[in-house]
């Protein structure tokens, strides 16, 4: 007879055998019950994106944007501190883990409150005969806010230089060179007078420097700041002939803070003396409207002007000088410019979601909070997005989620005096970000039009940007039904690629620089813009002007505000695949084709100089080498990555460290010449217009006006060098992504 164990043992068997029985049933019916495609089924971690995207509101974009435009915001003041403490305070409160304020004590410059900057005409006694406006008229129901800052140009040097006036146009290199080479001008001892347009305004200042002049005018122009048919703001969106765009007229070439070149404006940081800082102009400078240009330029005699390019739309002759016309010839132009430079300290808001699976990788959104006066548009469009983003990614971290990659997010400071905010605190973190830093998104003005998407970015996202487009419904009237990819594709086609919508270079100008440019960490920006093939006046009429308020946003650029949401789940789902994709969404391939369709661009533009090639022995078959190379193992890298097996973290791990550091390989140590801060061999700012990205910029730089260089073997071996160092920098890039063996 068994024992009561041996029973027991049977019963626990059959038990055991009922409940195996239950669960093959259970699970064969899941089985066959589950769809038979298995790319049907929702990854949770789709479900979280859709649950994001579809979280934010145009409702709330525009609450914030009310929210942080009731005051100015210029940085150094106790307004902009407050205004970082309210969004530390929401950040917060929107669930990051973690939120500080973050300071640093850099240069700005500011006009003296006693005795305010004008432009007179004097005649032959030194009598004033006009004057310029001391301040914009403030826009209906702004009459009584204080702190408004008058129009002027930071960093301006200090003086009241007088003599005769000299109109440059934009002030570009070829117009200086037009007025000397072709005119026979002398900008010497004389003042300048320059439109505002094309270029940055730091560079018109730099040319005219170079050209002798010892002031500079800057002016709007209507025919570059008014579009056709459109009234002047309140009762339209154009800039009002009273109206003056401030800004800064520095030369820093991504250096920071002029006072602590390359490193951190910390308490312990050493200094130059402030005279000698980085890119300060030696000349007095100041930001006019278009009635008190007219009055300037109302009796310019002189030369004619040498072309019909050269003149605007006011009712004046565009003579470009120099001086007045005869019945006024002993009238002079006097500036009186009296701002004055100061370290100040200013604050970064700097929150953080920390990843789960690779919290050492980050991925950063940052866009700037200061702003020249109320900042309707630049930046508080951009900081009002910024915020909804935050908030809702602060909504799924509450229902348990988190971010695969650690997400920063960042209000920087200080950004119109030069990039201030972001550079220092890039350079105080440089070695956590060139070790860890995987993608930096810029979110400054979300729109300076209401026509079609603007993107810049490096190649390796333009297969993140399409895709991410085409998930999110277009905006625009017309495209109903239809995505976002469609709407900008038929809008803005590529003229580089077939059968894509245009997506455009890095240049400056923006808080990406520091990351792009210096540390070389993948980036890209994105807002809503005008048609650049119709709408020619420059950015938009009411840049850096005291118009720039809530209401010309919300009366005019976009009512509903869908504009902005449409920016808000770009700049977020760039943010949110970069974050959580197992893989970084990254594609190598796109950038063989870039570099390659650059080093053509740069090489067709050599053959205007098929002669001096010959003599001097100039190639550029080791580039094209180069690229061929890089494509190659470009294409061999991405077959790789179709095979990985996404459960061996450490393989993925691998290949997304390869495809991190791919844009930091393009890093030069030693810097562009005279630029030691814009260290990217591929992409740099135009040396003549800062705003514009230039490709392979050490041979184009090297190239540009070589015709008139003094010495032509030197300049040509210097075209050798340049073109050499490209080809090592592409070789050497293709190197990182060979298998490793």
Known sequence: MAGPRAAGGRFWAILLGAAAGLFLLGFLIGWFAKPTEKMTSVSPDEDMKT????????????????????????????????????????????????????????????????????????????????????????PPGYEAVRGVVP???????????????????????????????????????????????????????????????????????????????VDPYPNGWNLPGGGAQRGNVLNLNGAGDPLTPGYPAKEYTYRLDKASGVGL???????????????????????????????GSLNVSYNVGPGFTTNYSTSKVKMHIHSHNEITRIYNVIGTIRGTVEPDRYVILGGHRDSWVFGGIDPQSGAAVVHEIVRSFGKLKMKGWRPRRTVIFASWDAEEFGLLGSTEWAEENVKVLQTRGVAYINADSSIEGNYTLRVDCTPLMYRLVYN???????????????????????????????????????????????????LGIASGRARYSKNWDVEKYSSYP???????????????????????????????????????????????????????????????????????????????????????????????????????????????????????????????????????????????????????????????DAMFDIENKADQHEAWEEVKRQISIAAFTVQAAAATLKEIS
């Not at 086609?493 to 440019?517: C, M, W």
């Not at 063989?592 to 003599?615: D, G, P």
């Open 51 to 138: 649950t994001f995207m579809t979280e934010m509101k145009a409702e709330n974009i525009k609450q914030f944007l009310y929210n942080f435009t009731r005051l100015p915001h210029l940085a150094g003041t106790k307004e902009n501190l407050y205004l970082a403490q309210q969004v530390q305070a929401e950040w917060k409160e929107f669930g990051l883990d973690s939120v500080q304020l973050v300071h640093y004590d850099v240069l700005l410059s500011y006009p003296d409150d006693t005795k305010p900057n004008y432009i007179s005409i004097i005649d032959e006694y030194g009598n004033e005969t006009f004057n310029t406006s001391l301040s914009e008229p403030p």
């Open 151 to 229: 129009p002027y140009s930071a960093f301006s040097a200090q003086g009241m230089p007088q003599g005769e006036l000299v109109y440059v146009n934009y002030g570009r290199t070829e117009d200086f060179l037009k007025l000397e080479r072709e005119m026979g001008i002398n900008c010497t001892g004389k003042i300048v007078i320059a439109r505002y347009g094309k270029i940055f305004r730091g560079n018109k200042v730099k040319n005219a420097e170079l050209a002798g002049a010892t002031g500079v005018i800057l002016y709007s122009d209507p025919a570059d700041y008014c579009a056709p048919g």
């Open 281 to 311: 102009p030696k000349i007095p400078v100041h930001p006019i409207g278009y009635h008190d240009a007219e009055s300037l330029l109302r009796n310019m005699g002189g030369h004619p002007p040498p072309h019909d390019s050269w003149k």
């Open 468 to 518: 991410l487009t085409k998930e999110i419904p277009s905006p625009d009237e017309g495209f109903e039904g239809k995505s976002l990819y469609d709407s900008w594709y038929e809008k803005n086609p590529s003229t580089e690629y077939k059968e894509v919508p245009r997506i455009n270079k890095l240049g400056s100008g923006n808080d990406f620089e520091v990351f792009f440019q210096r």
């Open 542 to 700: 009411v840049y850096h002007s005291v118009y720039e308020t809530y209401e010309i946003v919300e009366s005019f650029y976009d009512p509903t505000f869908k504009n902005h949401l449409t920016v808000a789940q770009v700049r977020g789902g760039l943010v949110f695949e970069l974050a959580n994709s197992v893989v970084l969404p990254f594609d190598c391939r796109d950038y063989a084709s870039a570099v390659s369709n650059y080093a053509h661009i740069i090489y067709n533009l050599s053959r205007n100089y098929e002669e001096e090639v010959s003599t001097y022995n100039v190639s550029f078959d080791a580039l094209f080498s180069a690229v061929k190379n890089f494509t190659e193992i470009a294409a061999s890298f991405h077959e790789r990555l179709q095979q990985i097996d996404i459960n061996n973290l450490l393989a993925v791990r691998s290949l997304n460290d390869q495809l991190m550091f791919l844009e930091r390989a393009f890093i030069d140590p030693l810097g562009l010449p005279g630029r030691p801060f814009y260290r990217h061999v591929i992409f740099a700012p135009s040396s003549h217009n800062k705003y514009a990205g230039e490709s392979f910029p050490g041979i184009y």
